[in-house]
């Protein structure tokens, strides 16, 4: 059984099964190629790919709002709504956490769902990139690692694929999984899956949208979570909101 597979429950496999151009499928993956041409019922079935939980990926285009927080009033960080102006994230940052190079995402209910930090010592004081690790949060605490980013150290001038994320646990025939293209600076930037799907679009538009206020289109099956996390990171790295 696949990832993807997963998110498709027993019954509904069975039932498609029994659809005419599935009768003679041999597998999952077949079955899929097959359902593309019929965009009624893979609507109904989208695939999810999960980083930090299958409760953060949803079967429709995700539009999210991002507005920064001041750093004199509440520490900085920024909160994201959806299209109703509810809050189902937030992203504290140094002026709240109190230590540089750490970052922490919450859910709506203001819950920590994820711990990111910048790794240091000697060895990444030699290395090329600068390497950030995202921890899922159990019982308010660090635990499990989710995925790394790396980036250029800002001494290197920064082309496109240079931004890339890894999901844990890493393959051995793969050293990337996403990467960001664009540039996040200038609010025109896109999270791309290694097969060159876009994940996630950054932008702005409308009167009020600008650097304090942008948006972030997360397309169906996607991690909403994992997306957020990987701006806290584009945030501080370019010495914005969650930066001291």
Request: proline share 5%.
């Amino acid at each position: 059984q696949t990832r993807h597979e997963e998110s498709w429950d027993t019954s509904t496999l069975k039932s498609l099964y029994l659809f005419p151009p599935l009768m003679h499928c041999p597998d999952f993956n077949t079955c899929a190629g097959r359902l593309s041409i019929y965009p009624w019922i893979m609507g109904a079935h989208t695939l999810l790919t999960p980083v930090v939980s299958k409760i953060f990926c949803s079967s429709l285009q995700a539009v999210l709002l991002v507005r920064r927080r001041p750093p004199a009033v509440t520490g900085g960080g920024f909160v994201v709504t959806d299209r109703e102006q509810r809050v189902v994230f937030s992203v504290d940052g140094c002026g709240i956490i109190g230590a540089t190079g750490q970052l922490v995402v919450r859910d709506g209910d203001g819950t920590a769902i994820l711990f990111i930090h910048k790794k240091g010592g000697v060895v990444q004081a030699l290395s090329v990139h600068n390497r950030w690790k995202g921890y899922l949060m159990d019982y308010g605490e660090p635990s499990k690692p989710v995925f790394s980013l790396q980036d250029p150290k800002p001494v290197l001038s920064c082309a496109a694929g240079d931004v890339r994320v890894t999901v844990e646990p890493k393959g051995r025939k793969r050293h990337w999984d996403y990467e960001v293209t664009g540039s996040f600076a200038h609010r025109a930037c896109a999270v791309k899956s290694r097969t060159g799907h876009v994940v996630a679009q950054i932008g702005v538009k409308g009167m009020m949208a600008g650097r304090d206020f942008y948006h972030v289109v997360v397309q169906p099956g996607y991690d909403q979570a994992f997306v957020i996390g990987v701006i806290a990171i584009l945030d501080n790295m370019n010495g914005e909101s969650t930066r001291c």
